[in-house]
């Protein structure tokens, strides 16, 4: 890592080690967001990673990004950090001011004119947004005013928002020409979603680990046993290829963008069917090695592994993003496709 890379990770660390536990988890499902935490992770710029100095923010790219990424999976943060950094880089991108509070992001491609209709599913943390952004299907920018929009509230398994907007005739706030494909938010919120599987996968395996070398059976740590031995080797191996398919997906995108027939689609889609793939594998190993403990409410490992079930399905399924890597191997061909894996 870079001396940036460094710094993030020792921040952002610290700051997720002191401030989220079980107990703070379990006070945010029940209310359903922590304005504290918010605040911290915006004082620290952390939100603002991407976004250039002359904004206020880091001037970072996407490879360092991922450091932040990863650690919110890793810590189970519960707030849009990622969501946060990607509508900011995307306002910005566009020369459109950011304004002040949460800015959620809508994935659905939107009608495009001077007028908008849409009812967009499963937005993340849409209640808690002061405006929404999207693209049009021209690849225009939008931007929207909460109050625009009308509210379904819904959760996904972790117990985070993920709520139904509708808007109906609603005349953008702001408009501005992206250089990004149509449906780029959904994209790029597969490759936020990688990186938090990256973390939270981490996360497990480390839980893992801890257990089964504390915990003793029969006068030998549980670690000591072939068998655990075995699901530990298979949790760790799942583990590094979801971290290292989605860290070459963040340092693609700084390389050839999101626009064209050469951009960073192939790897993004690759790290994102990886990560939903292996979901099943690391919860399972994970809950296998903990027994019964690893169900219950008062110990970590639920924590994780709701969120990694959750997290597997949203912006785009294993078998959506599986069907999108087929057709380019069906397209590429068999003698050029290891040219086109290794390249």
């Known amino acids: 890592m870079n001396e940036l890379q460094n710094m993030l990770e020792e921040s952002v660390s610290r700051l997720f080690s002191e401030q989220v536990d079980r107990g703070f988890l379990s006070k945010v499902e029940e209310q359903g967001w922590s304005p504290e935490l918010w605040a911290l992770v915006n004082d620290q710029g952390l939100t603002q990673v991407l976004s250039s100095e002359a904004n206020g923010g880091m001037g970072a790219t996407w490879a360092d990004a991922f450091v932040v990424v990863r650690a919110c999976g890793r810590h189970a943060v519960p707030l ?55 693209l049009d299907s021209v690849g225009d920018l939008v931007l929207f005013e909460a109050a625009q929009a009308s509210l379904t509230q819904g959760q996904n398994l972790a117990r985070e928002p993920r709520d139904t907007v509708s808007l109906k005739e609603a005349k953008p706030l702001a408009r501005a020409a992206s250089t990004l494909k149509p449906d780029a938010i959904r994209w790029l919120g597969a490759l936020l979603r990688a990186g938090q599987i990256a973390g939270t996968a981490a996360a ?140």
């Open 80 to 134: 849009p950090v990622g969501e946060q950094m990607l509508a900011l880089w995307l306002l910005e991108r566009a020369g459109l001011p950011a304004p002040e509070g949460f800015i959620a992001l809508l994935p659905s491609v939107l009608n495009a004119g001077a007028t908008v209709t849409a009812e967009v599913a499963r937005v993340p943390w849409g209640r808690q947004a002061s405006h929404f952004v999207g």
């Open 204 to 343: 497990c395996l480390e839980l893992s680990v801890k257990y089964t070398s504390d915990r003793v059976q029969f006068g030998r740590a549980l670690s000591q046993f072939q068998a655990i031995q075995n699901h530990l080797a298979e949790l760790g191996g799942a583990m590094a290829s979801v971290d290292t398919m989605a860290r070459t997906a963040f340092l693609a995108l700084d390389a050839r963008g999101l626009a064209d027939a050469s951009d960073a689609s192939f790897e993004i889609a690759a790290a994102k069917c990886r990560a939903s793939d292996a979901v099943e594998l690391l919860t399972r190993l994970s809950h296998q090695v903990h027994g019964a403990i690893g169900f219950t409410y008062e110990y970590d490992l639920q924590f994780l592994t709701r969120r990694l079930w959750s997290w597997r399905a949203e912006f785009g399924t294993s078998g959506e993003w599986g069907e999108y890597l087929g057709r380019i191997a069906t397209a590429t061909g068999g003698d050029r496709l290891w040219a086109l894996v290794t390249a």
